[in-house]
């Protein structure tokens, strides 16, 4: 796989193939290929599996930071998570009052910040590495203060149960 000068993925043909053998055309939904690829071919392929299609590779006319901007404002997840109610969906994983409490108050914070489409793109990022069988840590510095990052499970560390203060993290 190779990227362009803003970091945006393009597949060769040799990477093609490997995703249509490995049954894996579903991990690119946002991707786009080098207009000498067989893209065609590809998509054709797809079609016949009732899989995404890919669109060919057209370089952008902007520089790395206007793309910066773009892509923070539009967070590239599949559309079920772009709706998802972040407060419903972590409430669904208090257990008792003082979660509920803590939780409240932390997403309020988070709120205030605008990052509530961060945290759906974290949604979306955990349930993509436990569906893909991707191991990544138990948690690392501040962020461990967060209780909410808990119940997405984006760290393994109970911040309530270690007295934790979150506004470490949201400094």
């Known amino acids: 796989?190779?990227?362009?000068?803003?970091?945006?993925?393009?597949?060769?043909?040799?990477?093609?193939?490997?995703?249509?053998?490995?049954?894996?055309?579903?991990?690119?939904?946002?991707?786009?290929?080098?207009?000498?690829?067989?893209?065609?071919?590809f998509n054709q392929a797809s079609e016949e599996l009732g899989l995404p299609?890919?669109?060919?590779?057209?370089?952008?006319?902007?520089?790395?930071?206007?793309f910066d901007n773009l892509c923070q404002k539009d967070?590239?997840?599949p559309d079920n998570y772009k709706d998802i109610d972040v407060l419903e969906?972590?409430?669904?994983?208090?257990?008792?009052?003082?979660?509920?409490?803590?939780?409240?108050?932390e997403l309020s914070a988070y709120l205030d910040r605008d990052l509530e489409n961060l945290l759906r793109y974290m949604i979306y990022l955990v349930d993509f590495m436990r569906e893909n069988n991707i191991v990544w840590g138990v948690g690392r510095g501040s962020s461990v203060a967060s209780y909410v990052l808990y119940l997405i499970?984006?760290?393994?560390?109970?911040s309530i149960k270690y007295e934790l203060d979150w506004r470490e993290f949201l400094r």
């Not at 990227?3 to 053998?21: E, V």
């Not at 969906?89 to 939780?103: E, F, G, I, S, T």
């Open 75 to 77: 967070w590239y997840m």
């Open 1 to 41: 796989m190779k990227t362009d000068n803003l970091g945006i993925p393009r597949f060769s043909n040799r990477d093609l193939i490997d995703m249509i053998y490995s049954g894996r055309q579903d991990m690119c939904h946002v991707v786009l290929c080098d207009p000498s690829d067989d893209v065609e071919k």
């Open 153 to 158: 499970g984006i760290h393994k560390i109970d």
């Open 89 to 105: 969906y972590l409430y669904k994983r208090c257990d008792n009052h003082v979660q509920v409490q803590r939780m409240a108050e």
């Open 53 to 66: 299609t890919l669109t060919a590779y057209v370089p952008l006319d902007v520089n790395k930071s206007e």
